[in-house]
């Protein structure tokens, strides 16, 4: 089957697996390999802590599946860009791109890439100086390989997807089957952390399952996509809750709630404590792999909305054209990972992860209050449509607005900034109109 371009200039060159592998590939990044021991001291028990990831996968499940509409009803490059911009006007669009280049793609790859470049030091036993020197390299790699097209790096991405799936299954076959005794203790409670709080514990877990939203930036790209898209998500999703679930309960047979709570690299020490050094080098390895993946995924989906918004006139034209061969948005790509290697040689891991994780959530639940104006204002029905409408998507909306309130809360310094990022691309938005927009002229 030969590709076919879209009306954008795009090839959709991403067949059904392809963009499965893409889900899978932009939810796991290093969070499940380091944010259960986070959640587990903000849990009483292994019962608890699985349930709070069962929980957030079934609330991401429904995000997916909100997603889902709303790519087969616009199967166009741009994700949520195009769905605000549409449903709340430019000016809602415009903000979302401003966020997602300053903030939340560039910081979800810089904090990843340096997930990436701590575990490469701890495989080859390099000094800590190297790390921040890795970091750069991650990003300019993953670029770098998505230059030359999007089926190459597609090809590669799945690679890196069934690499770190393989990582997971290696993770879940050692702390199930070479474990000993400890499966008796997996569900026991913790006197010691009784009453803590479960909103907190929320945000942890829900930074691990972000990243669901990134194959709709590749919509332009994906074969049938009315089709794909939505098998693509179910199919993506429910790969991610069973291998969460599982690597958690590896974790509490190994470890047992206290020693999760008490470990910062829950995966490394499980493998260390079945395996010895072995195992830490081969599992340093696998989360390596799985953070690269990542950030090749956020890149290459970011840059997608940095074309549209030059197309629509609010960004630099430039920034709008294909690569006459490739049919790959180069200069957006290029733009989006030199800031996020400016992030990463400026701010610290746990900075850009708070603002990443707040910006990100924030924008899913926005994103998917646009179904409820497509449902409203949409010429025909979608090919696919959420089950359980309208209440499932307020659910969504609700749930994610009652953690970030929450965030904002508990981390006010970290959130404010973000908000007041987003603030300023308010009079940066009129300013541009008048000097450069061509939207709607």
């Known amino acids: 089957m030969s590709d076919s371009l879209t009306s954008g200039g795009y090839a959709r060159s991403l067949r059904p697996w392809d963009a499965a592998l893409i889900v899978v590939g932009g939810i796991i990044g290093g969070g499940i390999f380091l944010n259960p021991g986070i959640a587990a001291q903000r849990t009483d028990s292994g019962l608890t802590l699985l349930l709070m990831w069962v929980g957030a996968g079934v609330l991401t499940l429904i995000g997916a599946l909100c997603y889902a509409e709303l790519g087969a009803r616009r199967p166009q490059a741009g994700g949520s860009y195009v769905y605000l911009r549409e449903a709340f006007g430019p000016l809602a669009g415009f903000l979302f791109g401003w966020t997602m280049l300053l903030v939340i793609y560039s910081g979800s790859s810089a904090a990843v890439a340096t997930i990436f470049a701590s575990y490469a030091c701890a495989l080859f036993d390099l000094p800590p100086g190297w790390a921040l020197p890795l970091t750069v390299g991650a990003l300019v790699f993953v670029a770098g390989l998505n230059l030359f097209g999007l089926r190459l790096g597609a090809q590669i991405q799945n690679l890196f997807a069934l690499l770190k799936l393989l990582a997971v299954a290696a993770l879940v076959v050692c702390g199930l089957f070479f474990a000993g005794s400890g499966h008796t203790s997996v569900l026991v409670t913790d006197p010691a952390r009784s009453g803590v709080g479960f909103i907190g514990a929320a945000l942890p877990v829900l930074f691990a399952y972000s990243g669901f939203t990134y194959l709709n930036n590749l919509a332009g790209e994906v074969r049938d996509p009315q089709r794909t898209l939505p098998r693509a998500l179910l199919l993506g999703m429910l790969l991610v809750i069973a291998a969460y679930t599982l690597v958690n309960v590896a974790y ?107 910006g990100d959530w924030l924008a899913c639940a926005v994103g998917v209050a646009t179904l409820f104006w497509y449902r409203r204002h949409g010429a025909k029905p979608a090919s696919f449509r959420v089950p359980g409408y309208p209440l499932l998507p307020l659910l969504f909306v609700v749930t994610i607005a009652l953690v970030l309130v929450a965030t904002l809360r508990d981390s006010p310094r970290s959130t404010g900034i973000v908000l007041l990022i987003m603030a300023a691309g308010v009079p940066v938005y009129f300013v541009w109109q008048r000097l450069f927009s061509r939207l709607g002229s």
Not at 272 to 285: D, E, M, T, Y
Not at 306 to 324: I, K, N, T, Y
């Open 252 to 358: 509490l047979a190994v470890l047992g709630h206290a020693g999760l709570a008490a470990s910062h690299a829950p995966a490394a020490d499980v493998m260390q404590q079945v395996f010895g050094p072995l195992g830490a080098k081969v599992i340093a390895l696998g989360v390596a792999i799985s953070a690269l993946g990542f950030c090749n995924i956020t890149l290459v989906a970011g840059a997608r909305v940095l074309q549209v918004m030059g197309e629509d006139g609010l960004f630099f034209r430039s920034v709008a054209q294909l690569h006459p061969r490739y049919r790959t948005p180069n200069t957006a790509l290029l733009l989006l990972s030199g800031w996020a290697i400016v992030l990463a040689l400026s701010v610290n891991y746990g900075q850009l992860l708070d603002y990443a994780t707040f």
